[in-house]
């Protein structure tokens, strides 16, 4: 299975207006995190047929899976990028980072629903699905302490977790 999850976080400011673009007096932060989720999964799904035409069912799924996770941060203008001013080894730097690791993620997922037989062939189902994600990088878990620190800045934190859930609408043809 492959689960991707994308979080995108700008922060804009301007000295003298409002107004936003590419003018020198706007200041943007902005940090990028994708995490490509791939592994395999153990679960189960059980129906209960209450006639001919309607059915019940229920899922569970957990999985361990390899997170790869891509980040990107920037501090500057929309031409150039921030130096970093400070007395450690970093003075001089542009603010503009990108790192990528691999760590583990655990993925769960319980779904509960109802099923009709529309006609010979065709089934109709809906449902709901909560999907729990641990051992994901977020854009808010980017922020650095000290943006003058670009090794801490550019480390990645993947200690967040989401939920995630909704409704689900299906439908399948069986020949």
Same mark, same amino acid.
């Not at 689960?3 to 020198?24: E, I, K």
């Not at 670009?150 to 939920?163: E, G, T, Y």
């Given at each position: 299975? @492959? /689960?991707?999850?994308?979080? %995108?976080?700008? %922060?804009?400011?301007?000295? &003298? ?6 003018? #020198?007096?706007? /200041?943007? %932060?902005?940090?990028?995190?994708? +995490?490509? !989720? /791939? ?7 059980? &129906? @209960? ?10 899922? #569970?799924?957990? $999985?361990? *899976?390899? +997170?790869? =996770?891509? *980040?990107?941060? %920037?501090?500057?203008?929309? &031409? ?14 542009? *603010?503009?980072?990108?790192?990528? =690791? ?16 529309? &006609?010979?062939? @065709?089934?109709?189902?809906? $449902? ?18 000290? /943006?003058? !620190?670009?090794?801490? #800045? ?11 859930? $909704? ?9």
């Amino acid at each position: 299975r @492959w /689960f991707q999850f994308r979080d %995108y976080l700008q %922060y804009a400011t301007s000295t &003298t207006d409002a107004v936003f673009g590419p003018t #020198a007096d706007d /200041f943007y %932060y902005r940090n990028n995190v994708t +995490n490509d !989720l /791939f592994g395999g999964q153990l679960g189960g799904l059980a &129906t @209960w047929c209450t006639g001919c035409r309607v059915n019940l069912w229920t899922g #569970a799924n957990v $999985g361990v *899976y390899n +997170n790869h =996770i891509n *980040y990107t941060s %920037y501090a500057g203008t929309t &031409t150039d990028a921030a130096t970093v001013l400070s007395t450690n080894s970093f003075n001089g730097q542009p *603010y503009n980072l990108s790192n990528s =690791i691999n760590d583990v993620a655990i993925l769960s997922e319980l779904t509960s629903g109802v099923g009709l037989r529309i &006609t010979r062939g @065709w089934s109709g189902n809906i $449902g709901y699905r909560i999907i729990g994600v641990s051992g994901v990088a977020t854009a808010v878990g980017q922020i650095p302490r000290d /943006f003058s !620190l670009l090794n801490d #800045a550019s480390r990645i934190n993947n200690d967040r977790s989401l939920i995630l859930h $909704g409704l689900t609408v299906g439908a399948a043809y069986n020949f």
